[in-house]
């Protein structure tokens, strides 16, 4: 697996989770009602926020945390059927501006 590629697969991996649930930690999120799932899903990126910025203010951890923060953004955006393509062309667009 490239780190290019990395994201993608990651990406792909969270859709199948929610498409074909499994006994994993995206897929029980995922699994609960929908209403549930995303207040679950939305108060991890509450903590994983918080957690940036003491990382950060302690210059201690922030890769780690900032992995925690984009993975559950990713996992959001997936829970909620955007593609990872809208995401990527959002950011295209405004390189490119
Ligand atoms: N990248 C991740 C990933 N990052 C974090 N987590 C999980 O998110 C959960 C909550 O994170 P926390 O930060 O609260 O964990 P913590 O250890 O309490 O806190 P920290 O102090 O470590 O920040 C933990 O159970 C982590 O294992 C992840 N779980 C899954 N993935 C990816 O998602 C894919 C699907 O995961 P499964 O559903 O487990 O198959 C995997 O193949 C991975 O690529």
């Known amino acids: 697996m490239t780190k290019e590629k990395i ?5 792909e ?8 649930p499994i006994n994993s930690y995206t897929s029980n999120i995922m699994k ?8 679950k899903i939305l108060e991890k990126i509450g903590e994983e926020t918080a957690e940036v910025i ?11 945390e900032s992995a925690d923060l984009i ?3 990713l996992l959001l955006l997936a829970y909620k059927g955007i593609s990872l393509d809208e995401l990527l062309d959002e950011f295209k667009r405004r390189h490119e501006l």
């Open 71 to 73: 993975f559950h953004t």
């Open 13 to 20: 991996t969270l859709e199948d989770r929610k498409n074909n």
């Open 7 to 11: 994201i993608r697969d990651i990406y």
């Open 32 to 39: 609960d009602s929908k209403k549930l799932a995303e207040d």
């Open 54 to 64: 003491i990382a950060s203010k302690n210059n201690e951890n922030l890769v780690h």
